[in-house]
């Protein structure tokens, strides 16, 4: 028993080979868990973009929370849009004519900035419907247009 009280001590003051709390814990340059985005092109509808669905796709139980991190960001970040459009609508008595007001008035106005979304998904705004889409094939998309 003195013996195996010795081992055990000696494992747990020599760390047992594995890295610190603080080190299994530090974050990976490369992530986007935090991370924060204004970036919000302007949705063309002729462009062929494949806009996402926001759906959950979890086929695993194990892997389901993090299947659901990114269509559960693109849903919160939606709905954050559509209540600042709403707000610019009661306010204004009409929605913005434009995405170069949709930017200014709502996203720079309010300082929107929405997670930056996994799999190098983007965010563009839907001038004539109103609402923001999330487009999953980025190559496929028009370019965001960038407001100066």
């Known amino acids: ?4 009280a010795t081992t055990l001590m000696l494992l747990t003051l020599t760390g047992c080979g594995m890295q610190s709390l603080e080190e299994q814990t530090k974050k990976s340059p490369n992530s986007i868990v ?6 919000i092109g302007q949705f063309d509808p002729n462009a062929g973009a494949k806009v996402s669905d926001s759906k959950i796709a979890a086929t695993d139980m194990i892997t389901a929370p993090v299947s659901a991190y990114g269509p559960m960001l693109e849903k919160i970040s939606k709905s954050h849009i559509e209540h600042a ?3 610019f609508e009661a306010t204004e ?11 200014e008035k709502i996203v720079k106005a309010n300082n929107i900035q929405l ?3 996994p799999g190098g ?15 999953d094939a980025p190559a496929a998309a028009a370019p965001a247009a960038t407001v100066p």
Request: aromatic share 14%.
């Open 1 to 4: 028993m003195n013996r195996l």
């Open 34 to 39: 935090g991370k924060k985005t204004q970036d």
């Open 85 to 87: 459009v709403r707000l």
């Open 93 to 103: 008595g009409r929605y913005p004519k434009d995405y170069e007001e949709f930017f």
């Open 115 to 117: 997670p930056v979304l």
């Open 121 to 135: 998904k983007k965010y563009q705004y839907d001038v004539e419907n109103h609402k923001l889409e999330v487009i």
